[in-house]
């Protein structure tokens, strides 16, 4: 599969309708900046807070505080990424719905968060998002490579089961995965020099402290979209069978 073909044709896509793609991504890229922007105050907060316990003479107290004060932004941080990835999820489905051409790019509430559009949307997404991490750590306890390359075969789930309930055949969540990782097999490879190609992007966003994100999440997003439509166009030729 040709990244440059790929990256083209979602670029094709995405810039004459961009206004239409940053507005349906603004929650999930605000909540990135949050994530990314917050901790530093919270962290020097509870620092300051940390001394003037010392200053009193109870260094259990600064302790405890500190560790719950920790506990609690973790929980925290690891909701509004579980959010992030939901809401990005809603919008690779829109994206692919640009790509087939069954968008008119009309902005509406419903499109940006299209992940809440059907409950089964919701559900599907996040159980299987669930089953994903499981049984990638799992394989993480062997040894990390088997774990990269079972995340990379499982990468497509919750796209195929979104089709499959919009073709009014739905499909359970562990079908969901299997399917991916046989529409993946002979493509793992491919997919993960693709997501290597956009660490030069990744780098811009970081030393532009994440203003570039507002272009390249939506193109990254975008162009991992057409990967997965082209997987799925292929397949409907060729119907490969997998057992990795």
């Known amino acids: 599969m040709d990244r440059t073909s790929l990256k083209d044709q979602a670029k094709a896509e995405l810039n004459p309708n961009f206004s ?74 829109a994206m692919i719905d640009g790509l087939r051409g069954r968008s008119d790019h009309r902005f509406s509430w419903t499109q940006m968060f299209k992940i809440f559009e059907r409950g089964e949307y919701f ?68 997919f993960f020099v693709l997501l290597l190609s956009f660490l030069g992007w990744w780098l811009l966003e970081m030393i532009t402290f994440g203003l570039a994100s507002i272009w390249v999440i939506p193109y990254r997003t975008m162009t991992l979209a057409n990967f997965y439509l082209k997987l799925t166009e292929e397949q409907a030729w060729h119907h490969p069978i997998a057992s990795c």
């Open 20 to 93: 239409y793609y940053l507005r349906i991504s603004l929650p999930a890229l605000l909540l990135t900046a949050f994530v990314a922007l917050v901790p530093f105050p919270l962290n020097e907060n509870m620092h300051r807070a940390g001394i003037r316990v010392v200053a009193h003479g109870s260094r259990r107290m600064m302790t405890n505080g500190y560790w719950n004060n920790i506990a609690m932004w973790q929980t925290a941080v690891t909701f509004i990424g579980l959010l992030t990835a939901l809401l990005m999820i809603g919008v690779s489905f």
């Open 123 to 190: 559900l599907g997404s996040l159980l299987i998002g669930l089953l994903q991490v499981v049984w990638v750590s799992l394989w993480m306890l062997l040894l990390v490579v088997p774990g990269i390359v079972k995340g990379l075969a499982y990468s497509q789930a919750q796209l195929i089961y979104r089709d499959a309930i919009d073709a009014g055949q739905p499909i359970g969540y562990t079908e969901a995965v299997t399917r991916s990782r046989q529409l993946m097999y002979g493509h793992k490879w491919e």
